[in-house]
């Protein structure tokens, strides 16, 4: 992540100052920036070069995901730094909160979070997070920097665990991996829970466990033990943070996904003494691997999301695990993020859904969805509410030129579309 951003601000003309473990290690990074721009980067160790960065407008931590870790770092880096120089983290979960406990009053209001996304050269999404006394000049200058000058699609959240992209997205994967076993064990293959939970909704081509196997096991645990230890206690995630016992089995014995290369993870690739490769599967009912089969899609309506209403095995997972994403994200109003367009942006550039939650169920009727949940006794999310509450038939309106011009506030109210 480090000499991705380092990288992408290289390219767009920035001196840059990288540091690593070791000097050898930052020398290594070197070679992720493009070649006619190496003479901009600076490399150095964190032992003989931290005095540096006074020289520097922006510090971006982006060591390993460890709390004390990211904590003393920053606390070498604070004596050093000059006025007004800012400092942030490239965390993909962890609250600001926790990592400046205890920081002095200079740090907090000169710090923030820059969460990119890998690989930062190719992910449009940036999330920005102030702290509590975060001065606002300090996003500002942020997001300006971020948008004007690295090109990114800039998303403000709140300090909330996992941001706004994760925390809908790891709920997306986690819930998936305990909803989906009760159609396996009736006969549904892997690949057709990836079929449906892909075009069909709106999704990567991946659908569920080949973005798992994309982003690996290994992480996947990490960021379930994190929201274990960090969402509010009434949240529906806290059923999902812990994996089920074949998945455990998996991660135990290093079947973490395509990292693991020939040991693979819910799919992995053989290559045949003819020089010709064949996909396989692990079947997570037999706990085997088989050759891979088509997606079973047949009677999948093409419509955006109508599988979801569809009376199949396919449309009641579909709804089970995508339609209880999108009622996820519509309980998260306005607690990760202060309006449904930062939402959108995030989860639209952070992991390439075709339409952001709320975008998504305007395509197929909010309405539609409220009267299911009310049918099944269940209750309507905050901003489902709101909309059926204040007589709105959807959460944007209005022609732009390329959006609509105006989106449904929590406050029941219409608001411009920034």
């Known amino acids: 992540m480090g000499s991705g951003i380092a990288a992408i601000s290289a390219a767009q003309g920035c ?11 930052a020398q290594a990074a070197l070679g992720k920036v493009d070649e006619e721009h190496r003479h ?67 740090l907090l209001g000169d710090v923030a979070i820059t969460h990119f996304f890998n690989p930062v050269q190719v992910m449009k999404l940036l999330e920005l997070v102030p702290g509590e006394s975060t001065n606002p000049e300090v996003i500002e200058a942020l997001s300006a920097f971020g948008a004007e000058k690295l090109g990114k699609g800039v998303v403000h959240a709140k300090d909330t665990v996992n941001f706004i992209a994760n925390r809908i997205g790891c709920y997306f994967m986690l819930s998936g991996l305990h909803l989906a076993k009760p159609f396996l064990a009736d006969g549904m293959t892997q690949e057709t829970v990836d079929g449906v939970l892909g075009c069909p909704v709106g999704l990567p081509p991946t659908g569920l466990y080949g973005l798992i196997d994309l982003i690996g096991l290994d992480v996947m645990d990490l960021v379930g033990k994190n929201l ?16 089920p016992d074949t998945e455990q089995a998996m991660l135990e014995r290093g079947q973490l996904g395509r990292k693991a290369r020939a040991v693979g993870g819910f799919a992995k690739v053989e290559k045949l003494e003819d020089g010709a490769k064949k996909k396989l599967s692990f079947d997570l009912q037999s706990e085997e691997w088989r050759d891979a089969v088509e997606p079973d899609l047949e009677g999948v309506p093409g419509d955006l999301g109508e599988v979801m209403f569809t009376d199949t095995a396919q449309g009641h997972l579909a709804w089970q695990i995508f339609g209880g994403t999108l009622r996820y994200a519509a309980g998260l109003v306005p607690e990760i993020a202060d309006d ?27 309405a539609r969805v409220i009267e299911r949940i009310e049918a099944e006794g269940g209750d309507v999310p ?17 022609s732009g030129d390329d959006r609509p011009a105006e989106y449904l506030g929590v406050d029941g109210s219409w608001h411009s579309r920034p």
């Open 15 to 25: 001196k840059v100052l990288m540091l690593d473990v070791t000097a050898e290690a």
């Open 40 to 106: 901009l980067v600076e490399v150095g160790s964190l032992t003989d070069d931290l005095g540096k960065i006074v020289d520097y407008d922006w510090i971006c931590e982006a060591i390993v995901e460890d709390v004390n870790v990211k904590r003393d770092l920053f606390a070498k880096i604070e004596p050093l730094r000059r006025e007004g120089s800012v400092v942030t983290s490239n965390t993909s979960g962890i609250p600001l909160r926790d990592l400046t406990e205890g920081s002095d009053d200079r």
């Open 228 to 243: 274990a230890a960090n969402l509010p206690e009434d949240d529906a995630g806290l059923a999902y943070t812990s994996f």
């Open 340 to 366: 449904i367009v930062n939402v959108d942006n995030a989860i639209r550039w952070g992991f390439n859904w075709t339409l952001g939650p709320f975008e998504l169920l305007d395509a197929i009727g909010p």
């Open 382 to 398: 905050p901003m489902l509410a709101t909309l059926r509450d204040c007589g709105a038939q959807s959460f944007y309106r209005g």
